[in-house]
């Protein structure tokens, strides 16, 4: 019985020290960002058990089938192993990257499924997002992948999005270290809906439900002029990639419609539909082509989260 007394206390003091820290953080957030941010987001270490570990909805289910992780957390699953040949690069505008995914029987893949008419979608982030690659390496007999990629010093992930022959699609997910000094970029605001690149002003609309499907709307516009005649590009009229801030949890996100199916129009919007596992903060890479160039757009929107929107 004592024994209760006694753990109860410095449960207390922890609850104590997370408001402490609750505090502390909605201070630093209001320097930085506006409004009150419920301190979840950042990996702030200290509330980890309010927040990240144990927390997706598919934790139930532990390990048992990992379909319902989110993809790109693991370098290693169903079977399946990202092996880069190198992990610590060269900061350049081409370094190469080499890899192999080894499959069951411990043997690189060399027999895929297409998905959006490429065997294997490569996404290169650095950890802070302030570099973003979607590109499509090229593969080998031996099922050797080569691509270049343009890094800056710092922490990168990439991602595999991949479907082998006779498995069910995954993405596998390897750090990279990339040499030379560098300052970390401070982490996106919580909600960024409009971005611009190139001339191009790109606006998002829709929120993001934890465990719910969303539906996110991008309007492409230049000059003030919605684009209509957006180009098809593999298979869509825009790619966008998902990624949970503090673990870049990698999220699968489909366009609905497509180019020819008599009813998707080539903007000015574009519509996707995804499920984020949890509240948080994702940023969102828009890959769209017009006029033959392809265009990289990003977003912020913080999904769940007690206050709602304020903005
Ligand atoms: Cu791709």
Known sequence: MTAFREVSTPVRVVGFIAALAAVFGITLGAGRLFG???AQPASAGHDTHASTEPTGPGDAM???HSDHLPGGLQVSQDGYTLRLHHSDLAAGSKTPLDFVVDGPDGK????YTPQHEKELHLIAVRRDFSGFQHVH???AADGTWSTTLALTPGAW???ADIAPKGAEPLTLGADVSVAGAHAPVAAPAEDVRVATVDGYTVTLKGDLAPGADSALTLSVSRGGQPVTDLDPYLGAFGHLVALRTGDLAYLHVHPE???GDGTTKPGPDITFGTTVPSAGTYRLFL???HEGVVRTAAFTVTAG???GHQH
């Open 305 to 307: 989260g007690t206050n």
């Open 62 to 64: 532990g390990s048992e």
């Open 137 to 139: 390496p090229t593969r």
């Open 157 to 159: 992930r990439v991602f």
């Open 108 to 111: 690189p893949v060399t027999a």
């Open 36 to 38: 009150p941010v419920d």
């Open 287 to 289: 890959d769209f082509q």
């Open 257 to 259: 419609g497509h180019p």
